[in-house]
């Protein structure tokens, strides 16, 4: 399955993250979640392990019969995008919903993805994806993808035609949806038919056949141990690796790798063309389509509607990246420092900025957000000024400090500033500070404190004066 999203990308606000009988998937791949426990079950994400820095989770806690967290996803509806190949372009059959009958959170920490059958035969279900396009490992770095997921916990004929994932989609395929599968799709889980079995896929290159062998992909498939992917939850992850010198891309069920893809197992124009980009997430149920029709096809009058992937957590992580920090003093402090160009983060994104002279800004900061900046030279004549490019569309009594610190995130500011609503999220001001005197070569961290959770500022770029 391929998607993208129509809607133009919006930053969180507020925020409270195989084998030949393949080759006949449909013209767009698709990817599916992955699953661990009792179907009540949930679990809190693990914590990031050493050295890596989460920068999107969302645990799905909620009150029964809510839908999901719209600062984190969008709700895919319809049979397509609007302009795009009918059907998803997968030859699936149902209509994605936003209700709350097909996608909601369950009060334990789960969310369902439900698809139903009406009196007339047809089916709905549900599809959400991230807001954010950008989840790509820093160069030099890793990203790890990660869910817990129960997959519909139907088997036999009672589960023909259901076709559960959990994947991601190059980001320049959202709001054009015909440069599939050359902008690149990563499924981390797909599953269907009820089968204990469950396949990864990088989607790539032309299609049908070309570089990637589409419409398979390279893809690889393995069986969930103890409990079935349908009977318990298991976890499903990717991690995609710019560490090594052949950049690699890693599929795990419960911790195991079980499928990797190289990139020397394609062209450098191919590779280039699916992973020099963001991409986004996905989790959906499909009803029928190419990969069911691969394994015997449906739904049909004795598939059985009504069960759930369940949905644990979703997280994503970065590691590393040390490949382009800039030397020690590489940075000047008087210069103009873009926020983009940091060298590691907690809690933001970035995005098309429409200030002067265009590029990129973070956004999406909040309470407990920070940003990192290796090397940035102050010289031997003292800083005392600080000011920065700030934007906010924050709500009435929303508003927070912008804090620069100097070597580490827990020392004390040497300066700071307030920042509340400017107009909306790109209406652009600068606003200085007075700092304590700065001389020589730090790390300078900036960190965002405020009162509540909301969302309160985006920052463009920042400098230093005398």
């Known amino acids: 399955m391929s998607d993208t999203s129509g809607m133009p990308r919006t930053p969180r606000r507020p925020r409270p993250l195989r084998r030949a009988l393949l080759a006949v998937v449909s013209t767009l791949g698709l990817?599916?979640?992955?699953?661990?426990?009792?179907?009540?079950?949930?679990?809190?994400?693990?914590?990031?392990?050493?050295?890596?820095?989460?920068?999107?989770?969302?645990?799905?806690?909620?009150?029964?019969?809510?839908?999901?967290?719209?600062?984190?996803?969008?709700?895919?509806?319809?049979?397509?995008?609007?302009?795009?190949?009918?059907?998803?372009?997968?030859?699936?059959?149902?209509?994605?919903?936003?209700?709350?009958?097909?996608?909601?959170?369950?009060?334990?920490?789960?969310?369902?993805?439900?698809?139903?059958?009406?009196?007339?035969?047809?089916?709905t279900s549900g599809r959400i994806e991230t807001n954010r396009t950008d989840f790509q490992p820093p160069a030099g770095g890793k990203l790890r993808v990660e869910g817990r997921i129960q997959v519909p916990n139907v088997t036999g004929a009672a589960a023909k035609g259901y076709w559960p994932a959990f994947w991601m989609l190059g980001a320049p395929y959202r709001g054009n949806y015909w440069n599939w599968p050359a902008v690149g799709e990563l499924d981390i889980m797909e599953n269907t038919q009820g089968m204990n079995t469950v396949f990864a896929t990088m989607h790539c290159g032309t299609s049908p056949g070309g570089p990637c062998n589409e419409t398979s992909g390279i893809g690889g498939s393995t069986t969930c141990q103890g409990t079935t992917c349908q009977a318990g939850f298991h976890t499903y992850r990717m991690e995609w690796d710019r560490s090594t010198s052949v950049e690699e891309i890693r599929f795990y069920l419960d911790g195991n790798n079980f499928h990797t893809v190289r990139e020397n197992q394609v062209d450098a124009t191919t590779w280039s063309n699916a992973t020099d980009h963001g991409f986004f997430v996905i989790l959906n149920?499909?009803?029928?389509?190419?990969?069911?029709?691969?394994?015997?096809?449906?739904?049909?009058?004795?598939?059985?509607?009504?069960?759930?992937?369940?949905?644990?957590?979703?997280?994503?992580?970065?590691?590393?990246?040390g490949t382009t920090e800039p030397p020690t003093g590489d940075r000047d402090a008087y210069g103009t420092i873009q926020a983009e160009s940091y060298d590691g983060q907690s809690g933001v994104m970035t995005e098309t900025t429409s200030d002067t002279g265009g590029g990129r800004n973070v956004g999406a900061l909040a309470n407990g957000d920070w940003l990192h900046f290796r090397g940035v030279d102050f010289g031997s004549t003292p800083a005392r000024q600080f000011s920065a490019r700030v934007a906010s569309g924050a709500a009435s009594g929303v508003s927070g400090l912008v804090e620069v610190r100097l070597d580490s995130r827990s020392n004390a500011?040497?300066?700071?500033?307030?920042?509340?609503?400017?107009?909306?999220?790109?209406?652009?001001?600068t606003v200085p500070a007075n700092i304590g005197s700065v001389t020589g070569t730090h790390d300078v961290y900036l960190t965002f404190t405020s009162g509540q959770p909301s969302d309160f500022v985006n920052v463009n770029w920042f400098t230093f004066g005398h």
């Open 31 to 123: 990817a599916v979640t992955a699953a661990t426990a009792a179907p009540s079950a949930s679990a809190s994400a693990p914590p990031p392990p050493s050295g890596w820095n989460q920068v999107f989770l969302d645990d799905f806690e909620g009150p029964a019969g809510s839908g999901v967290n719209t600062s984190h996803w969008r709700y895919a509806t319809g049979k397509g995008y609007p302009g795009g190949p009918a059907n998803w372009g997968t030859g699936e059959i149902e209509t994605m919903t936003s209700s709350t009958d097909n996608v909601s959170l369950d009060g334990s920490g789960n969310l369902r993805i439900t698809p139903r059958r009406d009196a007339s035969g047809n089916w």
């Open 285 to 321: 149920v499909a009803m029928g389509g190419g990969f069911p029709d691969a394994f015997g096809g449906g739904p049909d009058a004795g598939t059985r509607p009504g069960h759930s992937m369940l949905v644990d957590y979703v997280q994503v992580l970065t590691s590393g990246g």
């Open 413 to 429: 500011p040497v300066g700071s500033f307030a920042v509340g609503n400017t107009g909306g999220w790109q209406s652009w001001r």
